[in-house]
T-cell receptor
Framework: GAGVSQSPSNKVTEKGKDVELRCDPISGHTALYWYRQSLGQGLEFLIYFQGNSAPDKSGLPSDRFSAERTGGSVSTLTIQRTQQEDSAVYLC????????????FGEGSWLTVV | DQQVKQNSPSLSVQEGRISILNCDYTNSMFDYFLWYKKYPAEGPTFLISISSIKDKNEDGRFTVFLNKSAKHLSLHIVPSQPGDSAVYFCAASARSGGSNYKLTFGKGTLLTVNP
């Protein structure tokens, strides 16, 4: 597609439930990122995938968070046993060698844990 | 420990005037800086960037200035338009470092341009 696509755009879930957020990066982009923005905060790095290399998971806030990227394209971010503090906008981005450090974001998945 | 700081949470300017958004950083390894703009309910969109080998980069109404000795950069918008009203994020990366892909963002500044 033309841009980074994320789904769902909005998700309300009950505390303790698991959620999955999906990201479809820009076609041809080898790098994929997940960031999140909590209320009143900046964008917080979560995880980075580049080609077939091992992902950088250093930003994942707890072991309830995991992400995978299948076939070097689509990525899924999974949050298990959601907590209220997980409420945030989860932003996916992608880039390629040409764009270098310029990353292109999707519109985000707004997660509310009640 | 915030490595990228945007100390003004908001800024209000009149249409046609200059908007100046400021950003400070602490990590001396940062060598590439970007500005992103974010409208409500949308993802951030790339606006302009600057490498540490330059001190100025201009693109239309947008100019970014970098002062390496002060670890400070600023985004100038001239003339400001109501459509520029958005949250502006400053971001930095260390391209020569091991985590050269990682962008560190500030908390953002909400710019309001009044007609």
């Amino acid at each position: 597609g033309a841009g980074v696509s994320q789904s769902p755009s909005n998700k309300v879930t009950e505390k303790g439930k698991d959620v999955e957020l999906r990201c479809d990066p820009i076609s041809g982009h080898t790098a994929l990122y997940w960031y999140r923005q909590s209320l009143g905060q900046g964008l917080e790095f979560l995880i980075y995938f580049q080609g077939n290399s091992a992902p950088d998971k250093s930003g994942l806030p707890s072991d309830r968070f995991s992400a995978e990227r299948t076939g070097g394209s689509v990525s899924t971010l999974t949050i298990q046993r959601t907590q209220q503090e997980d409420s945030a906008v989860y932003l996916c981005a992608s880039s390629n060698r040409i764009s270098g450090n310029t990353i292109y974001f999707g519109e985000g998945s707004w997660l509310t844990v009640v | 420990d915030q490595q990228v700081k945007q100390n003004s949470p908001s800024l209000s300017v009149q249409e046609g005037r200059i908007s100046i958004l400021n950003c400070d950083y602490t990590n001396s390894m940062f060598d590439y800086f970007l500005w992103y703009k974010k409208y409500p309910a949308e993802g951030p969109t790339f606006l302009i960037s600057i490498s540490s080998i330059k001190d100025k980069n201009e693109d239309g109404r947008f100019t970014v200035f970098l002062n390496k000795s002060a670890k400070h950069l600023s985004l100038h918008i001239v003339p400001s338009q109501p459509g520029d009203s958005a949250v502006y994020f400053c971001a930095a990366s260390a391209r020569s470092g091991g985590s050269n892909y990682k962008l560190t963002f500030g908390k953002g500044t909400l710019l309001t341009v009044n007609p």
